[in-house]
């Protein structure tokens, strides 16, 4: 089994000519179900937005194959070239699945690699996922502005993923929260850095530490959330976003690229808290991964029912 996930982590992906983004004068999508088993993609040519949309074959988190697919889309932006028409100006992750945005990491692996003392596979996983969070943080390298629509949970890494992006955009009902700290664990992929960004140090602490669910109305009063939009109707808001703001698109790309210049979040950084992260990890005991297991259980039968009823709230899981 480590064999595979190592193999999937570590591994290049080539990415074949027709994952290409066709050239249509409107909406076009892409294509791609065949290539992506854990995205859904879609390329809206008009408004210039690429959707990246989470759709979980397995559970609804950061799973070994999630990271892989991430790391393929990245590749093929890349290949498209910045002189094809129509382009890229925006890229958006989100998710098809009702009710989530993203559980964070895999709570299940964690618990195997823990229980296995495995530090190199813990450290392979967690520095996968800085890699691509650290991408999406820079823009994944190429002239677009990244964004998050949150219209469900966002948890641990998933909020960590929301964090990194230029622009967030939350329905007002969304749920943000790092469950962490309840199994005697930190949020070691970028949450502190990308919180004392948006807010200060003493501010990513509290919610750190509290373990508490905050609203995406109330990140928004917080200045964390950027759009704040209504239930059901974030999609809209970020297109309105969007089309307001087209125009300016160079000058907000280069205030992001500013932003970065300020305060810097570079991999290295990201990549030394993973070690605290996976040190830290290595001594977690029995009653920790328990709890851990617990979590892994509810987000099981959250995806079970498709997004309706398991509560996956912090205090709720805890009781």
């Known amino acids: 089994m480590l064999e595979r996930i190592s193999g999937q982590l570590l591994n290049s992906v080539m990415i074949e000519k027709t994952a290409v983004v066709p050239e249509q004068p409107r909406q076009a999508p892409l294509h791609l ?18 959707w990246c949309r989470f759709r979980f074959s397995d ?23 910045e002189a094809t028409e129509p382009q890229v ?67 641990g890494g998933g909020f960590e993923a929301a964090l990194s992006s230029n622009v967030i955009v939350a329905e007002r ?3 943000f929260g790092l469950p ?18 948006r807010s200060s140090a003493a501010i990513a602490e509290k919610l750190i530490m509290s373990g ?27 297109l309105d976003y969007v089309r307001k703001n087209g125009r300016r698109h160079a000058a907000h790309r280069a205030i992001y690229q500013a932003r970065q210049r300020v ?18 990890a290595l001594t977690l005991g029995a009653s920790d991964l328990k709890m851990m297991e617990r979590l892994v259980a509810a987000q099981d039968r959250r995806r079970a029912r498709t997004g309706g009823g398991d509560d996956l709230r912090l205090g709720a899981v805890g009781d």
């Not at 559970?59 to 070239?81: H, K």
């Not at 508490?212 to 970020?238: N, P, Q």
């Not at 305060?263 to 830290?280: E, G, Q, S």
Request: charged residues 25%.
């Open 59 to 81: 559970r609804p988190s950061f799973t070994p194959g999630v990271l892989q697919e991430l790391r393929r889309v990245r590749q093929m932006l890349a290949s498209r070239g």
């Open 89 to 155: 100006k925006y890229v958006v992750l989100g998710s098809r699945m009702p009710g989530v945005f993203n559980l964070g990491g895999d709570l299940g692996l964690f618990a195997e690699l823990i229980r296995r003392r495995d530090r190199d596979a813990l450290t392979t996983y967690a520095r996968a996922c800085v890699a691509e969070i650290h991408a999406n943080s820079m823009a994944l390298d190429l002239p677009v502005i990244t964004m998050s629509l949150v219209q469900g949970d966002a948890l």
């Open 180 to 197: 962490e700290v309840m199994f005697n664990l930190f949020p070691g992929m970028g949450a502190y850095n990308f919180l004392a960004r």
């Open 263 to 280: 305060n810097p979040i570079t991999l290295r950084d990201l990549n030394d808290i993973t070690d605290l992260w996976v040190d830290t």
């Open 212 to 238: 508490r669910v905050h609203t995406g109305a109330e990140l928004f009063d917080m200045g964390i959330v950027d759009v704040l939009a209504e239930d059901g109707e974030g999609e809209e808001a970020l």
């Open 33 to 50: 179900d065949r290539q992506f088993r854990e995205l859904d993609i879609d390329f809206d040519a008009g408004n210039g937005v690429f």
């Open 173 to 175: 009902s969304a749920k």
